[in-house]
């Protein structure tokens, strides 16, 4: 597993990034002649192509170079590890000057992709006229909608989709004698957790109380998307005051209130030592997360179970894509096709998803390569489970579009603020949730909706 872009993938440098396309994309007249474009699609068959990803998708399209060469012997393909968060500054960067510097194709996560297509409206190719959009059905239902498609563009193939799920540890549940599946909602969650909590001293998950890290909102994220919402409307309207986002920061008041919070203040390592010192019994964290539990502590195998999460109000859902990433092509690339091709053989063969599945833990958007045996194995790890099919019921599940738009970044600063008020100070959820709208309004123009 790649450990350092997990740590970072869905927020890493995102507020500053956020700051720098706002204030670059007014240098270049905010989607004028610097926000690039002035490509040209060139020979499909042959030419030189650069790819910009981070580690571990790096490596492993990189190791998929020789069988797309085994094809395609004329197309030279070059693949970067940027590094993640440094790659957002580098697209930021190349785009703000009219897209001559930046890479062919380019790896970028959903927190990032609408923000610059919309800061920066011809910096990406437009893939429908090389073929893309024969593969709107083929992807995990709401990856589409939520980053590829807009206006009719093709703006992108998504590469991976990572559903919400609730890693707990079995034997303090069966301690404690609860039994994780009579948990139909959050509101049954916290019953749980007073329980196993008294009978075991464990509390029964973790956050990033004072938001030492941009991504202390996770959780919150998550209870949102769980009910089909987010931080921004379809139209671009604000809607941290709704019904949903009350109920969701509420619920975290509830489990704090409760005593069933651990503080995880410090990021990443705060995380791992948690684990290692088994201060919570449930992690309600993504798809990719299963690995980094597996390699933190091998010596608890058969401890761990898996399910979806909780649902917020009961029989709500208890599927969301909480995060996915894309290959793009560059606006300014000469040679669109070439590095189409190369995007489209990464992508859309399902041996390739289920190949970087296999060696990084990258969970497929592709919805075929979920036919492969490896998503419907057991895992030792997890008491004879089959992860695969536990995520992939929730990636067959509708999904809604979130619109993350090229605010995201000032939303979450905003929104973790809310929460650390919440959790260190006892704040009423709708009244800070208030507040944060109203900043959000002021500094970006957007109505609350």
Request: glycine content about 12%.
């Amino acid at each position: 597993m790649d450990i350092s872009r997990r740590g970072v993938l869905r927020v890493g440098g995102a507020l500053a990034v956020g700051a720098g396309l706002s204030g670059l994309a007014a240098c270049s007249g905010s989607g004028g002649s610097g926000s690039g474009g002035g490509g040209a699609a060139g020979d499909a068959n042959k030419g030189d192509i650069t790819v910009w990803s981070w580690s571990g998708p790096a490596a492993e399209m990189k190791a998929l170079v020789p069988a797309f060469n085994a094809q395609y012997p004329n197309i030279k393909v070059t693949v970067r590890d940027i590094g993640n968060p440094a790659i957002w500054d580098k697209i930021t960067t190349g785009m703000a000057a009219g897209g001559s510097s930046l890479a062919d194709v380019m790896h970028i996560g959903i927190d990032y992709l609408p923000g610059y297509t919309e800061k920066f409206p011809n910096g990406l190719a437009d893939l429908t006229g090389l073929g893309a959009d024969r593969y709107r059905d083929a992807f995990a239902p709401g990856v589409w909608e939520s980053a590829v498609s807009r206006d009719g563009r093709v703006n992108a193939l998504p590469m991976e989709a990572n559903s919400g799920g609730f890693y707990y540890r079995a034997d303090v549940f069966e301690q404690a004698g609860v039994d994780v599946k009579s948990i139909e909602t959050w509101d049954d969650a916290i019953v749980a957790g007073k329980t196993i909590k008294a009978k075991t001293g464990k509390y029964l998950l973790g956050i990033d109380k004072p938001a030492s890290i941009p991504d202390a909102a996770n959780f919150f994220q998550m209870l949102l998307q769980l009910q089909g919402v987010f931080y921004f409307d379809l139209e671009g309207k604000i809607t941290l005051t709704s019904a949903e986002s009350v109920k969701a920061m509420t619920i975290i008041k509830q489990l704090n209130d409760a005593g069933l919070v651990a503080d995880l203040s410090g990021g990443w390592n705060a995380q791992i030592a948690a684990i290692k010192a088994g201060t919570c019994a449930a992690v309600p964290m993504p798809t990719w997360y299963g690995g980094i539990i597996q390699e933190t502590v091998p010596e608890e195998k058969g401890k761990w179970g898996v399910r979806l999460p909780p649902a917020v109000r009961r029989g709500g859902s208890t599927a969301a894509t909480v995060n996915s990433t894309y290959l793009t092509v560059s606006g300014a690339s000469k040679q669109q096709a070439a590095a189409w091709k190369f995007v489209e053989f990464v992508l859309t063969r399902p041996e390739n998803p289920v190949k970087i599945y296999q060696e990084k833990g990258i969970a497929p958007a592709l919805m075929k390569a979920y036919d492969d045996p490896v998503f419907h194995t057991s895992s030792d790890f997890f008491g004879g489970q089959k992860p695969g099919e536990v995520f992939l019921e929730a990636l067959k599940a509708k999904s809604p579009a979130f619109n993350y738009s090229a605010d995201y970044a000032r939303a979450l600063k905003a929104v973790t603020d809310a929460q650390t008020k919440v959790l260190l100070k006892g704040a009423d959820p709708a009244e800070v949730l208030k507040q944060a709208a109203d900043q959000i309004a002021q500094q970006t123009g957007r109505k609350v909706a």
